[in-house]
Nanobody
């Protein structure tokens, strides 16, 4: 089992920045690749970004590329999502999730992830 707890959400103005954190406990964090997803009211959960278990590979949704940066600190069992130039359309509940692969194939599909956090709310005021 892996427990994931997100933090860092809040209210920010358009153009502002936030850094989300996801702290993991339980089984070895460094064996999982990690993803961030978000879900706005009335919309499906959507992929935001992912990072490989070692942190050497990252991938972003087109909607956040160049504005968001994912990183991880395996010594601290934590993954981060630094968000800049926030837009009203970025407002959502943000979830971190853990996935496992033995083939270096990483998924952007929520169904592929094994463990999920409870989410943290990001609100962007216009």
């Amino acid at each position: 089992q892996v427990q994931l707890v997100e933090s860092g959400g809040g209210l920010v103005q358009t153009g502002g920045s936030l850094r989300l954190s996801c702290a993991a406990s339980g089984r070895s964090f460094s064996t999982f690749y990690m993803g961030w997803f978000r879900q706005a009211p009335g919309k499906e959960r959507e992929f935001v970004s992912l990072i490989s278990s070692t942190g050497t590979y990252t991938y972003y949704a087109d909607s956040v590329k160049g504005r968001f940066t994912i990183s991880r600190d395996n010594a601290k069992n934590t993954v981060y999502l630094q968000m800049h130039s926030l837009k009203p359309e970025d407002a959502a509940v943000y979830y971190c999730a853990a996935g496992y692969t033995t083939s270096s194939r990483y998924s952007t599909r929520a169904e592929a992830y094994i463990y999920w956090g409870q989410g943290t709310q990001v609100t962007v005021s216009s």
